[in-house]
């Protein structure tokens, strides 16, 4: 993600020659940044276009750091952890957002800037992170510091939380772990090796019954979704839906959608996409997710339709390219598949062989 702000310094030129010449030193004065809509997308605009070309920093160095620290040392065990052997290396390594998003443009996925809008004072942009139907969304409050436009605090959507909150439990979680044998955390710690075991029903009880002692911790409500949707697929928007006086809206909607367009629901996802787009933009991604709950649904045409349209106003991601490929598979469409087919060729460097693979994987 995109880490830039660099400040360019002027270098006084070298004189060739003989003889000793007087250098006017004239500073190179950089005018503070103003706050408006229109320097806040730019802004924007330039994190998305450096993480694209897999330059972490560009989001990284955007992070406005001094104000993350502030708001995560308000927990008194946590800034007390700064001073910890390596407790200033983890919090760098949870702040840095920009590598995350650049393995998953690496990866064959895709990074945006959505939407930007002004709200109580401030200003907001929106970025937008996919990779293999993985999708995060992270809404910035944008402000100035030291004449330079900053990323303040932001609302995670895959996390349900902000940033800084992230932050400050990560940390608490790693303290508590680390140093205090009998705390509250372990219980956490024991929940989640449970569901990366697979053991989804004991992980889920042991976070019901322990919710008190851990709901703070963001982490507690993603393993949560997580083992409740592994112990019961056919009731999750039940079951979520009462959730709703815990966790924020915009994180129940990520769930929703998630889960409808997995099942094939087509209605239900439009819906939801419906509900997020006010908060998220009108993000293109959304027309591959569309598709994909159209062909899970077996309406291939229809799928086919979407993915196509999508494809104008994205990437040509891996997964959009494979979409289209099973859409001409059920439609029994084997010379439009083997057009599609040939496009691998361009967008990624397949080789023929390569190709052959994909194309005998599809149609046997």
Same mark, same amino acid.
């Given at each position: ?43 924007? *605009? ?55 998003? %650049?393995?998953? %443009? ?23 992170? @996919? ?90 409500? *993603? ?16 079951? +979520? ?17 998630? @889960? @409808? ?23 293109? +991604?959304?027309? !591959? ?17 979407? !993915? ?52 005998? *994987?599809? !149609?046997?």
């Amino acid at each position: 993600m995109n880490k830039y702000l660099l400040l360019v310094l002027c270098i006084l030129g070298l004189f060739l020659g003989q003889g000793c010449h007087k250098k006017d030193k004239t500073e190179a004065v950089t005018a503070p940044a103003e706050l408006t809509e229109q320097s806040v997308t730019a802004f924007a *605009q330039e994190i998305a276009k450096g993480i694209v070309q897999e330059h972490p920093d560009a989001l990284n160095n955007a992070i406005d750091e001094e104000t993350i620290q502030q708001l995560v040392s308000e927990n008194s065990i946590v800034y007390s952890g700064f001073d910890v052997e390596g407790g200033k290396e983890y919090f760098q390594k949870c702040l840095h957002l920009g590598e995350q998003a %650049v393995k998953a %443009v690496s990866t064959g996925g895709d990074f945006a800037f959505t939407r930007y809008y002004f709200e109580n004072g401030e200003h907001h942009v929106v970025f937008r992170t @996919y990779d293999d139907f993985n999708l995060n969304f992270m809404d910035f409050v944008v402000d100035t510091v030291n004449g330079e436009l900053k990323l303040k605090d932001g609302f995670i959507y895959n996390t349900g939380s902000t940033l800084s909150k992230n932050i400050e439990y990560s940390m608490l979680l790693n303290l508590m772990i680390q140093t205090n044998p009998t705390d509250n955390a372990h219980w956490l710690q024991n929940a989640q090796e449970l569901t990366m075991d697979g053991q989804h029903a004991k992980a889920l009880q042991l976070l019901k019954t322990h919710k008190d002692e851990l709901k703070d911790y963001p982490l507690y409500y *993603q393993l949560f979704i997580a083992n409740l949707y592994k112990t019961n697929a056919k009731n999750f928007i039940p079951q +979520i839906e009462t959730l709703k006086e815990d966790i924020d809206g915009r994180y129940m909607l990520l769930h929703k959608f998630l @889960y @409808y367009f997995n099942e094939g629901k087509i209605t239900n996802t439009e819906e939801v996409i419906n509900q997020l787009i006010p908060h998220t933009g009108d993000d293109p +991604i959304y027309l !591959l997710f569309y598709g994909k709950a159209c062909m899970n649904a077996k309406d291939y045409q229809r799928a086919l339709d979407c !993915l196509t349209t999508a494809e104008s106003a994205l990437p040509l991601l891996w997964d959009l390219w494979y979409s289209e490929l099973q859409c001409y598979k059920g439609l029994k469409d084997t010379d439009n598949f083997d057009k599609c087919l040939q496009r691998g060729k361009e967008a990624y460097g397949m080789s023929d062989a390569e190709l052959a693979g994909v194309r005998k *994987q599809l !149609l046997g």
